[in-house]
Protein backbone atom coordinates (compact mmCIF):
# COMPACT_ATOMS: atom_id res chain seq x y z
CA UNK A 1 0.00 0.00 0.00
CA UNK A 2 1.14 3.23 -0.57
CA UNK A 3 1.00 5.42 2.08
CA UNK A 4 3.18 8.33 0.97
CA UNK A 5 0.66 10.92 1.96
CA UNK A 6 -0.41 13.37 -0.13
CA UNK A 7 1.54 16.16 0.98
CA UNK A 8 4.82 15.14 0.66
CA UNK A 9 4.17 13.91 -2.75
CA UNK A 10 4.17 17.72 -3.81
CA UNK A 11 6.61 18.50 -1.69
CA UNK A 12 8.94 16.23 -3.51
CA UNK A 13 7.65 17.22 -6.93
CA UNK A 14 8.20 20.86 -6.59
CA UNK A 15 11.41 21.76 -4.49
CA UNK A 16 10.57 25.32 -5.57
CA UNK A 17 7.26 25.21 -3.44
CA UNK A 18 9.93 23.98 -0.18
CA UNK A 19 11.79 27.28 -0.98
CA UNK A 20 8.70 29.66 -1.05
CA UNK A 21 7.57 27.80 2.09
CA UNK A 22 10.33 28.54 4.07
CA UNK A 23 10.53 32.07 2.79
CA UNK A 24 6.58 32.40 4.05
CA UNK A 25 7.43 30.76 7.28
CA UNK A 26 10.41 33.21 7.83
CA UNK A 27 8.71 36.45 7.15
CA UNK A 28 6.50 34.81 9.14
CA UNK A 29 3.23 34.38 7.34
CA UNK A 30 2.40 31.28 8.41
CA UNK A 31 -1.11 30.00 10.13
CA UNK A 32 -1.06 28.81 13.64
CA UNK A 33 -2.52 25.85 12.42
CA UNK A 34 -5.47 25.75 15.65
CA UNK A 35 -8.17 27.04 13.85
CA UNK A 36 -8.01 30.54 15.86
CA UNK A 37 -8.65 33.82 14.43
CA UNK A 38 -6.93 36.41 12.53
CA UNK A 39 -6.15 38.71 15.10
CA UNK A 40 -3.97 35.46 16.80
CA UNK A 41 -2.01 34.74 14.18
CA UNK A 42 -1.46 38.58 13.26
CA UNK A 43 0.14 38.90 16.87
CA UNK A 44 2.11 35.36 16.27
CA UNK A 45 3.46 36.62 12.76
CA UNK A 46 4.91 39.88 14.77
CA UNK A 47 6.75 37.89 17.55
CA UNK A 48 7.18 34.08 17.58
CA UNK A 49 8.98 32.20 14.45
CA UNK A 50 11.17 35.74 13.37
CA UNK A 51 12.42 35.75 16.59
CA UNK A 52 12.78 32.24 16.61
CA UNK A 53 14.66 31.39 13.47
CA UNK A 54 17.20 34.32 13.59
CA UNK A 55 17.87 33.83 17.20
CA UNK A 56 19.02 30.51 17.44
CA UNK A 57 21.55 28.99 15.12
CA UNK A 58 20.22 26.37 12.68
CA UNK A 59 21.28 23.00 13.07
CA UNK A 60 24.26 22.25 10.19
CA UNK A 61 21.60 19.09 9.28
CA UNK A 62 18.46 21.88 8.63
CA UNK A 63 20.81 25.05 7.12
CA UNK A 64 19.60 24.74 3.83
CA UNK A 65 16.61 26.52 2.73
CA UNK A 66 15.51 23.66 0.90
CA UNK A 67 15.99 20.70 3.74
CA UNK A 68 14.56 23.13 6.10
CA UNK A 69 11.37 23.84 4.22
CA UNK A 70 11.04 19.84 3.99
CA UNK A 71 11.50 19.61 7.52
CA UNK A 72 8.66 22.04 8.56
CA UNK A 73 6.58 19.61 5.81
CA UNK A 74 7.34 16.45 7.07
CA UNK A 75 6.51 17.98 10.73
CA UNK A 76 3.21 18.98 9.26
CA UNK A 77 2.32 15.74 7.72
CA UNK A 78 3.97 13.31 10.70
CA UNK A 79 1.74 15.34 13.58
CA UNK A 80 -1.24 13.33 12.01
CA UNK A 81 0.36 10.37 10.35
CA UNK A 82 3.69 9.53 12.13
CA UNK A 83 2.52 5.33 13.06
CA UNK A 84 4.44 3.94 15.66
CA UNK A 85 3.22 1.64 18.37
CA UNK A 86 3.08 1.67 22.23
CA UNK A 87 1.14 -0.38 24.70
CA UNK A 88 0.31 -2.99 21.93
CA UNK A 89 -1.46 -0.61 19.89
CA UNK A 90 -0.99 1.09 16.85
CA UNK A 91 -0.88 5.04 17.21
CA UNK A 92 -0.70 7.68 14.59
CA UNK A 93 0.29 11.10 14.61
CA UNK A 94 1.60 12.87 17.63
CA UNK A 95 -0.89 15.85 17.77
CA UNK A 96 -2.17 14.79 20.96
CA UNK A 97 0.74 15.46 23.17
CA UNK A 98 2.23 18.78 21.43
CA UNK A 99 1.78 20.39 24.51
CA UNK A 100 3.92 18.20 26.03
CA UNK A 101 6.08 18.13 22.93
CA UNK A 102 6.58 21.90 23.40
CA UNK A 103 7.47 21.55 27.23
CA UNK A 104 10.21 18.76 26.55
CA UNK A 105 11.98 21.26 24.03
CA UNK A 106 10.56 24.32 25.98
CA UNK A 107 9.44 26.59 23.00
CA UNK A 108 5.96 28.36 22.19
CA UNK A 109 6.99 27.70 18.35
CA UNK A 110 4.03 25.87 16.77
CA UNK A 111 4.65 22.28 14.88
CA UNK A 112 4.85 23.86 11.63
CA UNK A 113 7.23 26.67 12.16
CA UNK A 114 10.86 27.05 11.76
CA UNK A 115 11.76 27.93 15.20
CA UNK A 116 10.00 23.95 16.22
CA UNK A 117 12.50 22.84 13.58
CA UNK A 118 15.82 24.34 15.12
CA UNK A 119 14.23 23.73 18.60
CA UNK A 120 13.82 20.25 17.89
CA UNK A 121 16.76 19.61 15.78
CA UNK A 122 18.83 21.29 18.81
CA UNK A 123 16.91 19.02 21.51
CA UNK A 124 17.87 16.19 19.36
CA UNK A 125 21.86 16.71 19.38
CA UNK A 126 21.83 16.66 22.73
CA UNK A 127 20.20 13.39 22.78
CA UNK A 128 22.83 11.98 19.93
CA UNK A 129 20.45 11.90 17.64
CA UNK A 130 20.12 12.96 14.04
CA UNK A 131 19.76 16.63 14.40
CA UNK A 132 16.70 16.50 11.68
CA UNK A 133 14.59 19.03 13.23
CA UNK A 134 11.50 16.43 12.27
CA UNK A 135 9.95 14.66 14.75
CA UNK A 136 10.11 11.16 13.40
CA UNK A 137 9.46 7.55 15.03
CA UNK A 138 13.27 7.57 17.05
CA UNK A 139 12.97 11.12 18.39
CA UNK A 140 9.63 10.49 19.28
CA UNK A 141 10.39 7.63 21.38
CA UNK A 142 13.19 9.54 22.82
CA UNK A 143 10.89 12.14 24.07
CA UNK A 144 8.34 9.18 25.41
CA UNK A 145 10.92 7.31 27.18
CA UNK A 146 12.04 10.88 28.83
CA UNK A 147 8.01 11.59 30.23
CA UNK A 148 8.12 7.73 31.09
CA UNK A 149 11.40 8.55 33.39
CA UNK A 150 9.80 11.08 35.02
CA UNK A 151 6.91 9.34 36.49
CA UNK A 152 6.37 7.77 40.18
CA UNK A 153 9.39 5.64 40.41
CA UNK A 154 8.38 3.75 43.52
CA UNK A 155 5.27 2.14 43.33
CA UNK A 156 4.91 0.14 46.79
CA UNK A 157 1.25 -0.27 47.69
CA UNK A 158 0.22 1.96 50.07
CA UNK A 159 0.36 1.20 53.96
CA UNK A 160 -3.57 1.95 55.54
CA UNK A 161 -1.79 4.94 57.83
CA UNK A 162 -0.55 6.45 54.23
CA UNK A 163 -3.70 7.22 53.51
CA UNK A 164 -6.94 9.30 54.22
CA UNK A 165 -10.46 9.39 53.10
CA UNK A 166 -11.23 12.66 50.51
CA UNK A 167 -14.32 13.71 51.03
CA UNK A 168 -17.14 13.37 48.82
CA UNK A 169 -17.23 16.90 47.42
CA UNK A 170 -13.54 16.32 45.64
CA UNK A 171 -14.73 13.42 43.67
CA UNK A 172 -15.99 13.47 39.73
CA UNK A 173 -18.55 10.88 41.34
CA UNK A 174 -19.84 12.99 44.14
CA UNK A 175 -21.18 9.39 45.73
CA UNK A 176 -18.10 7.51 45.55
CA UNK A 177 -18.15 4.98 48.50
CA UNK A 178 -15.39 5.99 51.18
CA UNK A 179 -13.32 2.86 50.29
CA UNK A 180 -12.97 4.40 46.98
CA UNK A 181 -12.37 7.71 47.80
CA UNK A 182 -8.63 6.83 49.81
CA UNK A 183 -5.93 9.10 48.78
CA UNK A 184 -2.04 9.14 49.84
CA UNK A 185 -2.08 11.97 52.59
CA UNK A 186 0.40 14.11 50.96
CA UNK A 187 -0.71 13.50 48.04
CA UNK A 188 -4.17 14.98 48.74
CA UNK A 189 -2.17 17.97 50.69
CA UNK A 190 -0.89 18.87 47.74
CA UNK A 191 -4.13 18.03 45.32
CA UNK A 192 -5.69 20.78 47.41
CA UNK A 193 -3.05 23.53 46.83
CA UNK A 194 -3.17 22.62 43.30
CA UNK A 195 -6.89 23.00 43.39
CA UNK A 196 -6.45 26.63 45.26
CA UNK A 197 -4.18 27.74 42.77
CA UNK A 198 -6.57 26.79 39.47
CA UNK A 199 -9.34 28.19 41.68
CA UNK A 200 -7.45 31.74 42.25
CA UNK A 201 -6.40 31.64 38.50
CA UNK A 202 -9.16 33.73 36.44
CA UNK A 203 -8.81 32.28 33.16
CA UNK A 204 -10.11 28.90 34.19
CA UNK A 205 -13.45 30.63 35.57
CA UNK A 206 -14.01 27.56 37.75
CA UNK A 207 -16.97 27.57 39.72
CA UNK A 208 -16.37 27.18 43.48
CA UNK A 209 -17.54 27.74 46.93
CA UNK A 210 -14.45 29.08 48.66
CA UNK A 211 -10.90 29.68 48.05
CA UNK A 212 -10.26 26.24 48.50
CA UNK A 213 -13.11 24.48 47.56
CA UNK A 214 -15.07 23.53 43.48
CA UNK A 215 -18.79 24.41 43.71
CA UNK A 216 -20.77 21.44 43.76
CA UNK A 217 -21.50 22.07 39.80
CA UNK A 218 -17.92 22.47 38.24
CA UNK A 219 -16.99 19.21 36.96
CA UNK A 220 -13.04 20.32 35.89
CA UNK A 221 -9.97 19.01 38.52
CA UNK A 222 -12.08 16.45 40.34
CA UNK A 223 -10.74 13.08 41.01
CA UNK A 224 -12.06 10.09 39.34
CA UNK A 225 -10.10 7.83 40.74
CA UNK A 226 -7.32 8.29 43.42
CA UNK A 227 -5.81 4.58 45.51
CA UNK A 228 -6.84 1.64 44.13
CA UNK A 229 -6.56 -1.67 45.85
CA UNK A 230 -4.52 -4.44 44.24
CA UNK A 231 -7.88 -6.02 44.48
CA UNK A 232 -10.14 -3.62 43.17
CA UNK A 233 -8.19 -3.10 40.21
CA UNK A 234 -8.13 -6.94 39.77
CA UNK A 235 -12.12 -6.42 39.35
CA UNK A 236 -11.42 -3.59 36.77
CA UNK A 237 -9.60 -5.70 34.55
CA UNK A 238 -12.53 -8.56 34.88
CA UNK A 239 -14.56 -5.63 33.70
CA UNK A 240 -13.21 -4.05 31.13
CA UNK A 241 -10.53 -7.18 29.33
CA UNK A 242 -9.87 -4.67 26.51
CA UNK A 243 -8.55 -1.89 28.38
CA UNK A 244 -4.87 -2.79 27.49
CA UNK A 245 -1.97 -3.05 29.14
CA UNK A 246 -1.65 0.60 29.52
CA UNK A 247 -4.86 1.51 30.48
CA UNK A 248 -5.09 -1.34 33.86
CA UNK A 249 -1.61 -2.04 34.40
CA UNK A 250 -1.05 -4.70 36.95
CA UNK A 251 1.54 -2.70 38.97
CA UNK A 252 -0.65 -0.02 38.90
CA UNK A 253 0.97 3.67 40.01
CA UNK A 254 -2.83 3.42 41.97
CA UNK A 255 -1.78 1.60 44.70
CA UNK A 256 0.43 3.82 45.96
CA UNK A 257 -2.36 6.26 46.40
CA UNK A 258 -0.31 8.71 44.44
CA UNK A 259 -1.90 8.46 40.97
CA UNK A 260 -5.09 10.64 40.43
CA UNK A 261 -7.09 10.36 37.91
CA UNK A 262 -8.59 14.50 37.30
CA UNK A 263 -11.69 15.35 35.20
CA UNK A 264 -10.19 17.32 32.39
CA UNK A 265 -13.24 17.20 29.65
CA UNK A 266 -14.64 14.42 27.46
CA UNK A 267 -15.45 10.92 28.32
CA UNK A 268 -13.38 10.64 32.27
CA UNK A 269 -11.28 8.32 31.26
CA UNK A 270 -11.59 6.82 27.50
CA UNK A 271 -7.98 6.26 25.38
CA UNK A 272 -9.86 6.82 22.03
CA UNK A 273 -7.95 9.81 20.16
CA UNK A 274 -11.32 11.42 19.49
CA UNK A 275 -12.05 11.98 23.28
CA UNK A 276 -8.31 12.45 24.07
CA UNK A 277 -8.10 15.14 21.62
CA UNK A 278 -11.35 17.21 23.56
CA UNK A 279 -9.06 16.84 26.26
CA UNK A 280 -5.88 17.65 25.89
CA UNK A 281 -7.48 20.99 23.99
CA UNK A 282 -9.40 21.97 27.26
CA UNK A 283 -8.40 24.73 29.60
CA UNK A 284 -8.29 22.26 32.45
CA UNK A 285 -5.45 19.93 30.98
CA UNK A 286 -3.56 23.15 29.29
CA UNK A 287 -3.21 24.43 33.34
CA UNK A 288 -2.02 21.51 34.46
CA UNK A 289 0.76 20.85 31.90
CA UNK A 290 1.54 24.74 32.87
CA UNK A 291 1.17 24.21 36.55
CA UNK A 292 1.14 20.71 38.23
CA UNK A 293 4.79 20.38 38.04
CA UNK A 294 5.04 22.84 41.08
CA UNK A 295 3.03 21.17 42.83
CA UNK A 296 4.79 17.85 42.48
CA UNK A 297 2.57 16.44 39.81
CA UNK A 298 3.74 14.61 36.73
CA UNK A 299 1.32 13.52 33.70
CA UNK A 300 0.82 10.35 31.85
CA UNK A 301 1.53 11.24 28.49
CA UNK A 302 -1.14 8.75 27.17
CA UNK A 303 -3.91 9.59 29.88
CA UNK A 304 -4.50 13.11 29.70
CA UNK A 305 -6.49 13.15 33.18
CA UNK A 306 -3.68 11.10 35.07
CA UNK A 307 -1.30 12.76 37.06
CA UNK A 308 0.76 11.49 39.52
CA UNK A 309 2.71 12.85 42.97
CA UNK A 310 6.37 12.54 42.67
CA UNK A 311 8.19 14.26 45.82
ZN1 LIG B 1 -4.91 6.78 36.46
Redesign the pocket.
Known sequence: MDITPPFLAILRRAPLMLIVLALFVSTGFVWSGKGSGQTKVKQESTVKPIVKITSQPIAASVNSSSSFGEAIGKNITFRNELSWMFGGKQQRGWSLYDLLIAKSLDTESEFDSGGFVSTLSAWQKREGLNGSGVLDEVSLMAMISQWQADRLKDRTPAQPDQLLTAPATDFYDQERFPELRQVERNTYAAYKKMIAAAIADPSLKLAHTSSTDLAPTEQYFRII?AFRSREYQEDLRRKSPNAGSAGLAVNS??FTGR?L?LYVGGDPVDTKDSNRAIQVNSPAYKWLVRNAERFGFRP?FY?P??WEYVR
Open positions: SPHADYEWH
